[in-house]
């Protein structure tokens, strides 16, 4: 159960103004987002949070309207309301997984799969500009938060970059920074399927069960692929973030 103090950090500039349950809804997302509450955490029945804070249940019911719709709070039948265990992954930053879980609060963990050297592919010669009798490194691994399956991640990388698989440890990234080859940036595409049995059974879930399958293209600051990278993140714990504005208009010369 959640502490009140928890639940009701010190404010920002930001926070203030607007409607009080407004007010209370950046309260709330403050202290979720902070790691004040993790996930999976109740809190406290409605009559009995509303009373500790002074507020009326309609103020307080309007808050948490606001946190289910951004995904951040679950309402769960006869159980209560809970912080979400989904994860949001901002699709604007080029981040790791491990970077991504320790920022959440979460420990990250990979489990080795396989790794194995061959031949590109004429795919993965293609994606990675590679010739092609190029060798690559195939690397397969089980990604986990909290000894939580999130993600299984199949990349493949020019063998010219990784010389001993066996150092690559949690963070791949955190690897190709020390060899002086980090990405800078990638292009990913992003698509819905089901799980067959084999990646179902790795990630813990029911055969058949949604999964966002990712392919993953990383850059070199002079614009070589460094990184071919295909994953199933598991479609009840993620969800991908997107930020949109809308263009600004240019006026056309020439027309009225």
Not at 109 to 114: H, I, K, Q
Not at 143 to 159: G, H, S
Request: net charge positive; hydrophobic share 40%.
């Amino acid at each position: 159960m959640a502490q009140l103090d928890d639940l009701v950090p010190n404010l920002t500039a930001d926070d203030l103004g607007g409607p009080r349950y407004l007010v209370l809804a950046r309260q709330l997302a403050r202290a979720i987002r902070d790691g004040h509450l993790p996930p999976g955490t109740v809190l406290p029945a409605q009559r009995q949070l509303a009373d500790a804070l002074g507020i009326s249940r309609v103020t307080l019911q309007k808050a948490l309207q606001i946190l289910e719709g951004e995904q951040l709070l679950e309402s769960r039948q006869g159980s209560g309301t809970f912080v979400s265990d989904r994860l949001q992954q901002p699709m604007t930053m080029l981040t790791s997984f491990s970077d991504d879980m320790r920022n959440r609060g979460r420990r990250p963990t990979s489990r080795w799969l396989d790794f194995a050297y061959g031949r590109a592919t004429p795919e993965e010669a293609l994606t990675l500009a590679l010739s092609p009798s190029a060798g690559v490194f195939r690397l397969r691994r089980l990604r986990l938060a909290d000894d939580e399956p999130m993600a299984i991640e199949f990349a493949c990388l020019p063998a010219e970059t990784v010389h001993d698989p066996a150092k690559i440890g949690d963070s791949l990234y955190a690897y190709l920074e020390r060899r002086g080859a980090k990405p800078v940036r990638a292009l990913e595409y992003l698509r819905a399927r089901n799980l067959e049995a084999p990646e179902a059974a790795i990630l813990g879930v029911a055969e058949g069960s949604a999964a966002l399958f990712i392919r993953r293209i990383s850059y070199l600051p002079d614009g070589r692929p460094i990184e071919y990278t295909r994953s199933f993140y598991r479609g009840d714990r993620y969800d991908f973030v997107a930020q949109m504005t809308v263009p600004s208009t240019q006026p056309t010369v020439g027309k009225r």
